[in-house]
């Protein structure tokens, strides 16, 4: 059983007042347990100011997080306020510690070299498991940076090969930028980071389960399609025809030569009776279709429309249906949410939080926004279903611990 706690400040330019306000809350706290970690949500201001590297630094326990655009933590710590007020709270930019204490799970924050001197990520993560990881490993938080060098499907896949059964969830740092990825940072104790990335493994008597949204199926669109070549994240061919010939027949754009496509379109692709996102990010001069992630060849797929009051849906019906099956020994909630899902509510970006927390009442919530996600989804093969680790695009991803 995990015990969650929460401390916070909003002192971005006085890094000792910032601190000494969280050592404050720490010791008000209750008693921690044998075992504890933090997990460290926070704008890149902390980043800029220093006050994000002098707080991990001065911490009495292993941290791991990173850099993110909101974050929303209830835990024992603030059980006393309402979700409103937590909102409210969070207007402006907030540095949150969540604690996790225990005294039958252990943590270990892992965090690797710097990327520059790797060809790969699984060369860049060896170092960050044992060989092999004992039985007991239950779970892998991710806090990655450094996507325009390593994918994200090549950080699930180096996952799988060093703890190849072990559920990953988490997320790459994001920003406020357009690209969302202007200035983003990991952190552990070491300090904070722009190349390196932030594990945090869970060992012990832990039983993690997932549930990811996307939309409601009333926003997929027109008849399923087969992507048959591809290179890299870019779409060459559909249905064995070139991508602008299904596009124009499919009345998404006009002519073959048309930049018009819209940035609320996705692919949903089915894998092994699994669905998964792939954003449409644009189409190359070459007029191949570039997307969020790779697709396998060979991967049926339907269009998606996004928008703002179906993506709190399709939020609000997978929160429900997680809740209902929430037991006794189910310990809380960490949820990693597309930072687009955010930016689709427009002036009211809290609207996605304020979603969640209503739904979820009996056990502590955190919630941040990732620019790309990681989570574990359900595939079916021979009548059998397993979790499988997945690089994610404009997803909401939810862990139940």
């Known amino acids: 059983m995990i015990k969650f706690y929460s401390a916070y400040t909003y002192q971005i330019d006085d890094e000792k007042s910032a601190l000494e306000e969280i050592l404050n809350q720490i010791d008000k706290s209750e008693k921690l347990l044998k075992n504890t970690v933090g997990i460290v949500l926070c704008h890149n201001e902390y980043a800029f100011s220093g006050a994000a590297a002098f707080i991990v630094k001065n911490l009495p326990f292993d941290v791991a997080g990173y850099t993110t655009t909101k974050e929303y933590a209830k835990t024992e710590s603030n059980a006393g306020k309402n979700c409103d ?3 409210a709270d969070e207007t402006e930019f907030r540095f949150e510690l969540v604690i996790m204490t225990s005294d039958d799970v252990s943590f270990k924050v892992s965090v ?58 988490g997320g790459f740092s994001v920003d406020d930028s357009p690209s969302y990825a202007d200035d983003t940072f990991t952190i552990d104790n070491g300090g904070v980071y722009e190349d390196r990335c932030v594990l945090l493994k869970v060992y012990g008597n ?16 027109g008849t399923s399609a087969f992507i048959t070549e591809t290179e890299g994240t870019k779409v060459l061919k559909i249905n064995d025809r070139p991508v602008t010939e299904y596009l124009v027949k499919s009345g998404l754009i006009n002519s073959v030569h048309s930049d018009s496509l819209s940035a609320n379109l996705s692919f949903l692709i089915r894998e092994k009776h699994a669905d998964y996102c792939r954003v ?69 970006p809290f609207r996605g939080i304020q979603a969640v927390c209503e739904a979820v009442e009996s056990l502590p919530l955190v919630m941040t926004y990732a620019g790309g996600e990681v989570g574990p989804i359900k595939k079916t093969e021979n009548s059998k279903s397993y979790y499988s680790n997945q690089f994610h695009n404009q997803t909401f991803v939810m862990c139940v611990l």
């Open 206 to 221: 832990i039983n993690p389960r997932f549930y990811s949204a996307v939309v409601t199926d009333s926003k997929i669109i």
């Open 280 to 348: 449409l990010m644009n189409m190359t001069a070459d007029e191949k279709l570039n997307l969020g992630g790779e697709v396998p060849v060979g991967s049926e797929f339907r269009l998606a429309i996004f928008e703002a009051e179906d993506i709190l849906k399709a939020t609000t019906e997978t929160v429900k249906a997680a809740a209902s099956e929430f037991c006794d020994s189910d310990s809380g909630v960490i949820i990693f949410s597309c930072q687009s899902r955010c930016v689709l509510m427009g002036d009211e």
């Open 112 to 169: 690797s070299e710097p990327n520059g001197g790797f060809e790969t990520s699984e060369e860049l993560l060896a170092d960050c498991f044992l060989s092999p990881e004992p039985d007991d490993l239950k779970l892998v938080f991710t806090f990655l940076t450094g996507m325009a060098k390593f994918s994200g499907d090549s950080f699930v896949r180096a996952v799988k090969k060093y703890a190849p059964s072990v559920p990953a969830v």
């Open 85 to 87: 007020d937590l909102i």
